[in-house]
């Protein structure tokens, strides 16, 4: 008999709201192992009280997910587990407390199961999962990409192996089949862009820059084939028109989803191709100052109305130390001019911004003044609601994850003023949650934690109500 396989995505308890985005990582695998024959269903838990403190499993909601429906919607329950071989837990940091919770109680009651773990917290925290007590343990962990060692693991009929690490860097053209949509649980996913109900993919793993803050920086870019996401976004577009919507908007969630001229120019065709009324995507300052019109047209011309920009800050100071470029200086004004542009011609920038714990007075004083930039410059043009386009910002506070730059250089003491926690719990481990709030998990900073907190609520609190 062949293994049948539990996909399973964690809550986000600290999240403003559970149903924003699909996790998409066990929806790709999930699609890989259908068409390999195995059997499986997705579990996707979740809070509803989300400002309860948490106390347990007991807590969690759920939602059993088979093909395109969801079977099951309730409390959670343990049994939910019983009819499956391979519980296969899809984790970022800040879901990982769950996952031990949930990987202890499967131990405890069913300890014939199999559990592996995935995801980015695998990969970035990796010797937390490999020491973890025996009693939360999972016997395979997956840091990289998920297609091959799932397959491994299941054509070798789940055996057990004294290295539970599996590492594989998957070549991503032999990566045809899209991720799973399931249209029920799509249903519940409620985004939206310029007024129309949004659906987001990816074109690419890693990514080209050199970001200090994140783990991304230290990953190679690899690009998902043509003809995979030609299969997504004609998956997606099929969900949105079972929906019953006519009008309906996709975006791309790579930090590079805009990148050259030639790139925008093969993704617009795909894009007006599935008939996307309305899209978002991310680039950066440097790229739109770089490329201008010619990689901002295709984009306006097959629907593009919102572009996400991480801004970052408006201190000349800290954009140096972020390291964006890798080496290569990048301008604030530079930052500046790329709202311009994109506003001139009818494009909405969503900037994403941050507070660093170096930064003095002056340094918040310039991002603000970037902050308040962006919200003020007008823009041509209304959404599909009849709505005037506006920019919008966002405010948080940046967090050293393990696996980037800073972590290592506050670790060291190198940057002066700033030291983090020598324990943090795995829970703190989010920049942006309820209420624009973002995990505290600094021993030290330049300024006091209430300054940066009040700096951020006034920026945030200069957002339009609506994107
Ligand atoms: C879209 C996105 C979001 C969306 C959707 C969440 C999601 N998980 O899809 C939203 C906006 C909700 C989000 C929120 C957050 N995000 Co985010 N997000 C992304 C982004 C841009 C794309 C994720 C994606 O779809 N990737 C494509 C899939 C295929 O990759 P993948 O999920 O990693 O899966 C692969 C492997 O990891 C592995 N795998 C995954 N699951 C499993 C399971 C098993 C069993 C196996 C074997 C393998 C496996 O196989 C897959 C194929 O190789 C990534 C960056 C990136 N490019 O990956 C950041 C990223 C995942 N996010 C990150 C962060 C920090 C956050 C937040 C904490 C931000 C915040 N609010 O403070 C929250 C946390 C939310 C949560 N779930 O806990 C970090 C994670 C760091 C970490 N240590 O976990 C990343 C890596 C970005 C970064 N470099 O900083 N995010
Ligand atoms: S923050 Fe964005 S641009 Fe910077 S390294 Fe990460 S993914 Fe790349």
């Known amino acids: 008999m062949k293994a049948r396989i539990l996909y399973i995505k964690p809550p986000d308890p600290f999240l403003q709201d559970e149903f924003v985005y699909q996790q998409l990582g066990p929806h790709y695998l999930q699609a890989y192992t259908n068409q390999l024959g195995y059997e499986s269903e997705l579990l996707v838990l979740y809070v509803k009280d989300r400002r ?13 997910v088979r093909g395109e429906s969801i079977v099951h919607e309730g409390s ?57 007590p025996e009693e939360k343990a999972f016997d395979y962990i997956v840091p ?19 290295n539970p690490v599996l590492a594989h860097r998957q070549d991503l053209k032999k990566i045809l089949v899209p991720p799973t949509r399931p249209l029920e649980l799509m249903e519940r996913y409620h985004y939206e862009v310029a007024g129309l109900k949004t659906y987001h993919t990816v074109t690419a793993l890693g990514c080209p820059f050199t970001c200090y803050f994140c783990e991304a920086g230290t990953e190679n870019i690899h690009f998902f084939p043509k003809k995979m996401l030609d299969a997504d976004l004609h998956s997606i577009a099929r969900v949105h028109k079972e929906l019953g919507r006519t009008r309906y908007a996709l975006m791309f969630f790579d930090d590079t989803g805009l990148l050259s001229p030639r790139q925008v120019e093969g993704l617009s065709i795909l894009v007006k191709k599935h008939g996307f009324s309305a899209w978002r995507s991310f680039s950066h300052a440097y790229l739109i100052c770089k490329h201008g019109e010619k990689m901002l047209n295709p984009f306006l011309e097959s629907g593009g109305r919102r572009v996400g920009i991480g801004l970052e800050t408006g201190s000349q100071k800290s954009l140096d130390l972020i390291n964006k470029r890798n080496g290569r200086k990048q301008l604030v004004e530079e930052h500046y001019e790329a709202v311009r542009i994109a506003n001139s011609l009818g494009i909405a920038v969503d900037g994403f911004t941050m507070i660093y714990p170096w930064e003095t007075e002056a340094d918040l004083k310039a991002t603000t003044d970037l902050v308040e930039f962006i919200v003020g410059n007008p823009i041509e043009g209304e959404d599909e609601l009849g709505r005037p386009l506006r920019n919008h910002v966002d405010s ?54 209430e300054r940066y907190l009040l700096e951020q609520e006034y920026r945030n609190s200069l957002r339009p109500g609506y994107r």
């Open 52 to 64: 309860a403190p948490l106390r347990g499993l007991e807590d969690l909601h759920m939602l059993l």
């Open 144 to 162: 990289l990409d998920g297609w091959g060692p799932i397959e491994q693991v299941l054509s070798e009929g789940l055996k057990s192996s004294d």
């Open 396 to 449: 948080t506070i940046m967090l050293p994850f393990q696996g980037t730059r800073f972590n290592e250089l506050f670790r060291s003491r190198a940057i002066r003023g700033v030291r983090i926690k020598d324990e943090i719990d795995n829970s703190l481990l989010y920049h942006k949650g309820i209420d624009a709030s973002s995990g505290w998990v600094y021993e030290e900073t330049v300024l006091p934690r």
């Open 76 to 132: 959670f329950s343990l049994d939910v587990v019983e009819s499956f071989d391979l519980l296969a837990f899809s984790v970022m940091s800040p879901q990982a407390t769950y996952a031990y919770w949930l990987s202890e109680a499967v131990r405890k009651s069913y300890p014939e199961k199999k559990l592996m773990i995935g995801g980015s917290h695998a990969r970035y925290y990796l010797d937390q999962v490999k020491t973890l």
